[in-house]
Structures are given as structure tokens and as C-alpha cells.
């Protein structure tokens, strides 16, 4: 072999850093490979939710992040296309202190844990590096073969991480079975100047049409917008003129920034899938994050997840080393942890696609009326937001939850606090 280490991690996103910097704090040889040339640039809005925030100040990296580049954001309001407000979401219902979202500008909380990993562990980052192959002995894997900077390399491991995403080629190595999902549906997302200056992030939902705003550090906000996953060249044909109207329509208090959209490269267009691998581990090899679990952005916690997969693995194999066995009923022991819940998250935003994505005038209805009743429920809208920044462990919507959600009938717990409210 031409190099050995305890664990190899393919791919240094959101969970493949996490864990390479994880490892690296606990004195485990750790090698970590990115396919790209560098550290992610262009455009990616990126939210950090409350179970993500705290995950980097568990690392020390929270205060880390550049003040100058994040935007705190305490309420959430959800809006119906050319009418009423429909919900108001409150981060502040949360205990502190991670008690609001944090919107940060392109890739920053990804560059600070990488630079934080390349500072930990000098030499276990290494990018241009792309896996080809795993490396098996009988049927445990012991490593894998990567071209590095157009060079083969063997790398000896006692296990093997993937991290590569949805299209993972490790899982595909690995020959587990795995349903991928695309959804019908895809955001075009853009960062622009904001000079109206919002401060609360604003959700528009119509029929099969949402626009989302999110505000963001140096005055400027996210845009996100949905389109037919078929339609990009259409709409790139038919220049900016048509969506800057359309936004302006929807939201005149910002028509300015609208105006400012004049060219594509302000823009990018994100696909949507799920992933589901019939399992997470093999002997000698473990998936985290979308190359395991993808799921529909909605849920707000793709990132989040994948960051957690980092830190329950993490916390395994110490001990797995020590027993020396990285075997398949060892390994397991993570992903019966973390699927149950990351199967709830899939299920949950796989309603929300349902509904909130809908054309359909009854659906868009029904819809609007639950959120609607949620907003005068404090108990119901306490489940909706601890769902979103990944605290919970069940469901927020259990079936007499689903029936009291269509304002039917009165709950008699609507005005219920959370545990831990003073007042």
C-alpha cells in the first residue's frame, strides 16, 4: 500500500470535514479526499439551524465564523401569493442560546471547518483526489484506490467513509441497493443586494410557485425560487425581465433588490432528490450524509443531518479501534442511532414538498388553512420549529395532531408554553 491510516473519509462536505476534524481532535489517523481543487466557492445559501450551531461551538468554530458574514434571523413569516400572512415562526421559542437560524453567506461555516481541519491535522486534506475504487479482502473493505492529482494511489484503512453525495460512488462500490428520488421540482437560488434592507425572513407560497427571502450579512438577501426541474433553458431564454416582475409582484416592498437581479451569474439553480440506501454499512465501510439519506431541502436539515451522521460516528470509533472490529454488526450500532430520525426528517419534508409545492387549488387550500391554525397554536408551532432545527427525535404531528391541524375542532393545549418558557 502506499499510505495507511485509520480512517479514509471521501469527501469533504458538510459531514466529510465534520468527521475529518472530529477524528483528527481525538489523535486518529485521518485522511480525508475531495475530488474538487479547493475549498466550495459560488453561490449556495446556506442556513445554520439551532442542532447545527451547535455542533461548531461544540468545536470551538461557532464564534470563529466572521461576524461580518452572518445574519441572525429570529422569525420565519410564511405568506400566501397575493394575500394574508398565513404563519409566523418564532426561534426565539427556542432555548438559548441557540435560539435563532443563522444565515450565513456562501460556503462560510464549510471554509472555517475546513481550515480548522487543515490546522488540526496538517497534510490529511487532501483535494484533486478522486476515489475509484474500494479495496477488499474477501468481503471486508480495507481501503481504497484514488486518483490524486493524476496519479493512483492505494490507501490502506480500517475503515472507509463515504461522504460523496448523492451519487455516491463509494455506496456504488459498495453495491448497496439504494432508491434515488428526483423531485419534479428545483430552486433557482440567487444572492443580491438587498438596499430595502429586510430583516425577517418572508416564505410566499401560491400554486406550484414559492419564493422565499431569507436575509443575509452586508446587506443582502438569498432568493430562492422554484421552478420545473425541466424548465432552466426556457427560463434562461426568456432573460430576467419575466422573474423580476413576477418577484415584484409577489413582494413590492422589494423591488428594488428584484431590479437588481440583471444576469445569470447572480444565480445558480439547485436540483432536489432523496436518497434512501437500504443500509448505512458494510464491513470496513460507512455512508453519512446525502451519500445515505438525501432528503428535500424543505426540511431545512440536509447539512444539519450529515453533520450529526459526523459526530455519532465519530464518538463510535474510538472504541472500535480499540476492539479492533469495524465490522458490519459493529458498525451498526450508528446507524440504528441516527436513521430512525433522519427517516422522519425524510417523511417530513416529503409532506411539506406535497403540500407546499402544490398546484392544486383544494391541496393549496388546505394548506393555507394549516398554517393558519398553527399560527394560533402555540403548542402545535413549538412542534413545527424544534422539527426544523433538528431537535426533535419523533414527528411534530402525531394523527390527533394532524386532525386538530385543520382547525376543526379546538385543542385544548393550543396555548401551551414550551418546557422552558419563563412566562
Keep these: ?106 460556503h462560510v461555516a464549510h471554509r472555517t471547518v475546513l481550515e480548522a481541519l487543515e490546522k488540526q491535522n496538517p497534510g490529511g486534506l487532501w483535494y484533486n483526489a478522486s476515489f475509484t475504487n474500494v479495496l477488499k479482502k474477501g468481503r471486508k473493505i480495507i481501503g481504497v484506490e484514488a486518483d490524486v492529482q493524476g496519479k493512483p494511489v492505494r490507501i490502506s484503512a480500517n475503515l472507509v467513509v463515504g461522504a460523496d453525495g448523492p451519487a455516491s460512488k463509494v455506496r456504488e462500490s459498495l453495491k448497496i441497493p439504494t432508491k434515488l428520488y428526483r423531485y419534479p421540482e428545483s430552486y433557482l437560488v440567487a444572492i443580491l443586494d438587498c438596499p430595502e434592507k429586510l430583516d425577517e425572513a418572508q416564505y410566499f407560497l401560491g400554486k406550484k410557485e414559492i419564493l422565499g427571502l431569507f436575509p443575509a450579512a452586508k446587506g443582502k438577501i438569498y432568493l430562492v425560487y422554484l421552478i420545473d426541474a425541466e424548465s432552466q433553458n426556457a427560463i434562461h431564454a426568456a432573460g430576467v425581465e419575466p422573474l423580476q416582475k413576477r418577484w415584484s409582484a409577489m413582494y413590492p416592498e422589494l423591488s428594488a433588490t428584484f431590479q437588481g437581479f440583471t444576469n445569470w451569474e447572480q444565480s445558480t439553480v439547485m436540483p432536489t432528490g432523496r436518497t434512501r440506501a437500504r443500509t448505512w454499512v458494510t464491513d470496513g465501510a460507512v455512508l453519512i450524509g446525502d451519500a445515505a439519506h438525501g432528503m428535500n431541502p424543505h426540511a431545512s436539515q440536509g447539512r444539519m443531518q450529515a453533520m450529526v451522521d459526523a459526530t455519532v460516528l465519530a464518538d463510535l470509533i474510538p472504541s472500535c479501534l480499540a476492539e479492533d472490529n469495524f465490522e458490519e454488526s459493529r458498525l451498526k450500532v450508528y446507524e440504528k442511532q441516527r436513521r430512525p430520525k433522519v427517516e422522519m426528517l425524510q417523511r417530513l419534508a416529503d409532506e411539506e414538498a406535497f403540500f407546499w409545492n402544490t398546484g392544486n387549488p383544494v391541496l393549496a387550500w388546505l394548506r393555507n388553512r394549516v398554517f393558519s391554525t398553527i399560527d394560533e397554536n402555540r403548542r402545535l408551532k413549538y412542534q413545527v420549529l424544534t422539527a426544523t432545527a433538528g431537535l426533535r427525535e419523533t414527528p411534530p404531528f402525531g394523527l390527533l395532531d394532524r386532525f386538530l391541524a385543520l382547525g376543526l375542532v379546538p385543542d385544548p393545549r393550543a396555548d401551551q408554553r414550551p418546557p422552558h418558557a419563563l412566562s
Excluded: W
Design 1 to 106: 500500500m502506499d499510505i495507511h491510516v485509520d480512517v479514509v473519509v471521501i469527501g469533504a462536505g458538510g459531514g466529510g470535514a465534520i468527521l475529518g476534524l472530529l477524528l483528527a481532535k481525538k489523535g486518529i489517523r485521518t485522511l480525508v479526499l475531495e475530488q474538487a481543487s479547493g475549498p466550495p466557492h459560488g453561490i449556495r445559501g446556506e442556513i445554520l439551524q439551532p442542532n447545527g450551531q451547535k455542533i461548531l461551538d461544540d468545536l470551538s468554530l461557532l464564534d470563529q465564523l466572521p461576524q461580518n458574514a452572518v445574519q441572525p434571523v429570529r422569525h420565519f413569516h410564511f405568506r400566501q401569493i397575493g394575500g394574508k400572512r398565513l404563519c409566523s415562526i418564532d426561534y426565539a421559542e427556542l432555548s438559548p442560546p441557540y435560539n435563532r437560524a443563522l444565515v450565513t453567506l456562501p
